[in-house]
């Protein structure tokens, strides 16, 4: 009899251990639903700041760091564009772009496309000869939206010493454009696939570090290609795959390869942006009752 009781009570202590490591398993897969997304603003440390020409404004970064958390908390894909979330707008706007035709500004066109590389050596002599020919060509793949040629709405146009004299030194301030131009490797809607930017939550390129979408300044009557623009100073590169402007300031703002989202500061005396803000993507776990 006392057997039967023992072997009765030990049932009894293994049921209710079983019980309650299963209720704990079933609490956790009930509350943690999984990870959230987010980024971080992370401030340049000491020698950074040495090297930079521009100082950091704590209240672009903050407010532009609010306004990607906004979005990533709510697991959007952010690879291709950041919205800006409503309570931002009134400090944060997108700078639009306007398409131009190629046809109408040849010389544009061609001296930017030698300097990208988009124009093959061995067809750049053929190109000078006869440009409309050259143009008419590859005039489909940008008005299809595979490239972009065109300029950032800002008026009224920046004005910068954006020309030198023979002897080197900066002629008198000018009005000048920022044009972008490169495979539209931005867009989800590029009708070829290779270039086509793919919605995804955190990295962007599946395929480089880097956009092939990058900056140029040009004459105001767009007539002239001025020269790259310096979209880094610290590392030399013309990479611009957004504008920005905050707090009435503007910006490049470019994803990376790696999970880091960028602003670089314009200033136009000499024009060239300096990276102000680096954000760094993250991963936080969720839990709900």
């Not at 030990?10 to 609490?27: D, E, G, P, Q």
């Not at 409503?86 to 035709?101: G, H, M, S, T, Y």
């Amino acid at each position: 009899m006392a057997n039967k009781l023992h072997g009765a009570i030990m049932r009894s202590k293994h049921h209710n251990y079983y019980t309650a490591l299963i209720a704990f398993v079933c609490l956790l897969t009930y509350t943690h639903l999984g990870w959230a997304d987010n980024y971080t603003w992370v401030p340049r440390n000491a020698a950074e700041e040495e090297q930079r020409l521009l100082p950091v404004d704590p209240t672009i970064c903050k407010v532009y760091e609010q306004n990607l958390r906004y979005f990533a908390q709510q697991n959007v894909p952010m690879s291709c564009e950041r919205p800006i979330a409503p309570q931002f707008k009134d400090r944060i706007q997108a700078i639009e772009w306007e398409n131009l035709d190629p046809a109408r500004y040849p010389a544009l066109f061609l001296a930017i496309a030698a300097k990208r590389n988009y124009l093959p050596p061995q067809q750049i002599e053929a190109a000078k000869k006869d440009p409309q020919a050259w143009i008419a060509s590859v005039k489909d793949d940008f008005a299809t939206g595979i490239n972009v040629f065109r300029r950032a709405m800002i008026e009224p146009p920046l004005v910068g010493e954006v020309r030198r004299g023979k002897d080197g030194r900066s002629l008198p301030a000018a009005p000048f454009w920022i044009i972008q131009f490169g495979y539209n490797d931005m867009s989800p809607d590029n009708p070829d696939e290779f270039w086509r930017c793919k919605p995804k939550r955190g990295e962007r390129l599946q395929y480089s570090m880097s956009s092939s979408l990058h900056l140029y300044l040009a004459s105001e009557d767009l007539s002239e290609l001025l020269e790259k623009f310096s979209a880094d100073v610290t590392h030399p590169s013309s990479e611009g795959q957004h504008l920005r402007r905050i707090d009435g300031r503007l910006f490049i703002e470019n994803i990376f390869g790696d999970d880091w989202i960028s602003l670089s500061e314009i200033v136009t005396e000499p024009p060239l942006a300096d990276a102000v803000c680096n954000f760094k993507f993250t991963k936080t776990p969720t839990r709900s009752k």
